[in-house]
DNA sequence: CATGAATGAGCCTTCATTCAT
DNA sequence: CATGAATGAAGGCTCATTCAT
């Protein structure tokens, strides 16, 4: 383990270093195969054949294997987050509904294209299934920022929906996660999609239509007189007025 | 393989028969041991410890490793297809509104429920995750009659609500997708929600208010005026007030 | 670990039993090759192809690498004692002196002789250059008895020799290590006696004189007058009268 | 092995060569590593690390990991000899007990001491269990002039106490063993005695009555009437009274 | 029929060594 | 001259699978 290169060290190398492109090539091959078999079924050698690189150079570069995968991971997500910042989609002083578009494309463009060859998004949703410790950070670093800045929008779309009414964290949540369902849905289940609705699968050219898609679903729920009538509690089943 | 036992065959046993417990003891112990690792960390010799079987009876009742997957998961795919008949979950003649609540609670508590019966859910993730060729026969076999359920609703619905509008697939499809996407999101980020927002995991005491929501929030979005207004083609990208 | 076969299950099989059969060829091929190089420098693989067993044997036999060592220490330590039983060298009622030749023969035979090509003592060895678990166990299973033997006989040498002298338990030690350390000597620095004085490296032939020079050359120490003389404080290296 | 440095041109450099100095402190990480856990255990990246120095530096030094150690040895060898001379201990006019006790107080130094200064006596014991070709050259060099300065000690004494008395060069030599026997069994043996007898561990303080008690045991035994009694042919198995 | 032993391929890792700068 | 990166050969271990009972 002490073997392994500091991180800054290697960062701050010229790109044009042999030993950062080595390393360059490694990150890429690795993204490669876990995405296509996961941690388990990656192997060393495989990545490295890839990266015309030596057995020995991941654990030269990375330390192990797991060095090697949190190092992909990291790569890709801050490549992602540099790409498609999702934060920054929309001046903050745009209005609400805007802010939502601009959200849910952002997401969409993240999750088509997320790394240089997608592979980036494979190996998120695999931890999704098996999650390691990785994940814990990409909640802290990735995903929480970004649930909050969806938040924050639903909030403003519900009170300019709703004025007057108060506002539970629950109910905030519900739409959030009604909205970002929606999004990842065309890529946690693509592979099904693949499968039954071939046509549907998101690509490059369809992908604006699905976000308008689904700003205008949302939006249209989130300023229903209904989509607060009914309180998350029990009683909601009810038959409505 | 030539060695497999013919599976009528052995459906065909008296349930006494011991030979049958102990393809169901294996059966039950591999669901575990599947879901918890996925396909390619489980061994067979932890599964035989815990079905208490010799580490040949797997090769004996299942021919291999993938035959013995191959039969779990169509044992919980036809338990849960059994137990939350999603098809059925509402009388055909209930309107509209009443089948989709009743869609998406049956589909709630099938996604909770596999685990409690043993991960059948699990191991179906997984499947989204790295497909075989047991996704095809799932895709074909389960998800496309529910797919077409749902479509069937949110046809009935979208006409309800923009009677004499000629819909196209595209627009079903989408609508169908994004019910289907808020419902899910719960299984399929259930490790991300466990780390960002652990009161909102779906549990059995939040299930029905989720269901709830779900239900107004997608009603909302299909009954307002705005949810055809954009086709799903490019001009949908034209400025709105 | 848990694949690791019960040692008293082994333990019960008939010889013939084809498994034992392995079990032992490994024993003693794993015993030739931890002798010559150590544990570090042996190879399961070389051990394997020597016992003409396949390398997964000894996983399945003795867990690891580690469990094949202790194993084999084991089996050399209980063969050793089986075959020069240091304590029952000489019936507890012989004189002093004669069990005092007993044990000095037989720690001789059992150092020449021990295990089946005399890698046991070599092993042993070993553990005295690079200490293992296993040398905690030694210390307390075989050497201490032994130990405690040669410490009684040293007692009733010293009491016959010095009669009314109060004895202290560092004066005995140090008796029990003066014969110890002569006996071991041939043992320890064999392969420097080889290159030194060839003629004088332990052998069968040269054994029983060798033992008999210690006995005498201890026997004469202990019965001197001046054995004790001399506390074992500092003071002891002021004149003797 | 071409780019290894000639030894004396080294040792020519001014000692404040910077390449001499690297040199050096290779020197004495290597004797700690090499000590700690064998030659095999050891790895030249360890060694670099605590040397502060490059990998390569080993090779370009000493050849390879061989060399390096044979520099180790030789290094830690003349410094042994240096600092507890064996021949010099005692003037060679003392009389013989007087130069017994010089010499089994040196010995014993240089053995407690080998630690103090990194662990020379630690890797010349593993030479005993794992000889190699240094082992030649310290036979020759250092353990041949030690063993005859004693040899002449121990026929002194033996002339003195049998006068008239022919001695065969195996009875000098039963004598000789039987003395460096008991001294380096505090060496060879000390993880077993930290083990059964933690408290007669050679340590400073104790150092000098375990030599008392050393050179009294062998004096007395040497004088004795019947040191000689027996000669080391057979016969000597006959009872004596 | 069912069992325990055996098999061989393959994985991650480590190491001494060498090669371009 | 000295450095950091790269190399390839093993090594220990695990696993699914297949024999003989």
Redesign the pocket.
Known sequence: MSAV?NQTQAADEAIGD??A???QRLLEAAAQVFAEGGFRA????EICKRAQ?????????FG???GLYVAVFREFASRAQTRYPITLAAAPTDPAPARLRSFVLALLYRMLDDGVHGCGGAILLREFVEPTHVLDEMARTVVRPMMDALRAIVRSLLEEAHPGRTLTGAEIDLHTFSIIGQVVFYKHSRPLLLRVSPDRVLEKDNLEPIAEHITQFSLAAIRSRRSLGASPAHKSRSKRP
Do not use: G, M
């Open positions: 290169r042999p030993s492109q080595t390393r990656a192997t060393v050698r690189a030596n057995v020995a150079a991941i654990h030269y570069h192990d294997k797991d």
